[in-house]
């Protein structure tokens, strides 16, 4: 296995404090809480743990920050080249983030390096863009019942103000890079709650942060617990707006919390995504398509294919194929370059994946491969596909959340497929695999999902939205979509005689 950079050593001996105000402080209380090597169960650092109190310091100093002088008066070319630092400075330090996930997270080096690091890097250089091109409109009014007044009148799109953001341990910095980018290039100020699990890469982006000249206050980062920092924050009401990504159980606490002074709300959920592979598809794609699709992030994906239909003609070529493939992934501590899948990010998620998986077997479900906690040290599932399965197996309708797909046949492109595969609370993506355009597009048009990948699958860029249809979520990530989530449009009318 491969050896921890000096810096990697050095940033975990480091104390992990909470940023706050542009500095690093302890929390209030003083406590700390220790975070895990998934792969070997062993703990490798202490982090500050916040709570009500720091998280009450962090709004004050974002809403003192949103006025300052220093972030309101900036101008939008400034901030954009800020934010465009920010994403130089994310490539500059890669394969160090890229270890600190591998080794917080459990996710292979490699995939960090090229996926979560890479992708965390371009939202911000895309994002930066945006600062300089939040036009509001002119718009021509008729006010019948003026017919010979004149105005002149134009929009304004200001930001929202402060906003809470509480995000999730199974891409930690990416998610801290969706979240920051827009809320920056929009003008907002932001305090951020990072996931217990996974909290050492955000700690050193805000470092980072600070390095690319961000002001004090600007972003305010707290290590810490969901049930206490996470439910204070979604509840405070110096917050203006919410954006959460986590489950759909959480997501609807954070609303009912936000009612209290009606901040504005955005969540990203889970999901259970259909991906359906049709008889004519090129099998030489849709197979690895279809593996990829689960089994990438080892399934600990909002958005992973985790049903899987395939035409009945040739379901056993797909299943075998998809199976032959789980067979051969490489199960190892993402720290090493070899590793092809790692381990669950908790003994916790790891629990709740074997606890889905009896289930499963326990309802007549039959595993053609997998199926099984990996003995040893390390939270480690093996990859599965379950066959057999009905509808209304829990497998079926909940969020796994690891590497396990469930297989069915179809007889045919119609109604009952569309059907089953949009019979799921969730709406988050959706694959179809096929050669026959027409029918890609006419079936893409009738699934319930925020992104649909054809011939393709987990494909996210910086400048397509990202979101869910139903219990998914609410507004979108990403591209132009979210800018409107992060500020608010003022009209003003001039009468000009
Ligand atoms: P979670 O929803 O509890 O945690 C996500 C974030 O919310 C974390 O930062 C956590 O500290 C915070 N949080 C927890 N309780 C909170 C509360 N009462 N108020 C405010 N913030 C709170 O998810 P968890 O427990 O990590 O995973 C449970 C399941 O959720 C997974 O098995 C998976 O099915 C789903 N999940 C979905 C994700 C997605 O990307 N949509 C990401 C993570 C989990
Ligand atoms: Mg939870």
Redesign the pocket.
Known sequence: MAELSSKTVEFIRSPKQLLINGRWENAVSGKTFPVTNPATAEIIAHVAEGDQADVDKAVRAARQALESRAWANITPSDRGKLIWRIGDLILQHADELAELEALDNGKPVTVARSADVALAADIFHYMAGWATKLHGLTIPLSVPYLPDANFHCYTRLEPVGVVGQ??????PLL?AAWKLSPALTTGCTVVL?????TPLSAIRLGELLLEAGLPDGVVNIIT????T???A??AHPLVDKIA????????K??VK?AAGNLKKVTL????KSPNIVLKDADLDVAIPGAAHAIFFNHG????AGSRLYVAKEIFDEVIEGVAEIAEKIKLGPGLDPQTEMGPM??D??LN??CGYLQSGLQEGAKAVCGGRKRLGAGYFVEPTVLVDTTPQMKVVQ?????PVVTAMPFKAMDEQLIRQANDTIYG?GAGIWTRDLGKAHRLANQLQAGSVWINCYNIFDAALPFGGYKQ??WGREMGSAVLEHYTQAKAVTVNIG
């Open positions: 509480i995000i999730p341990w199974n891409f998610m709650k990072v996931a217990e699990e810490g617990f969901g049930e920092a996470g439910a924050l979604a959460f990504t986590g489950s759909t159980e959480v997501g606490l954070v919390a990203e959920l889970g999901g600990q994906c909002c958005i990010v908790s916790l998620q709740r994946v909940e969020e796994i959340f690891g988050l998914s979520g």
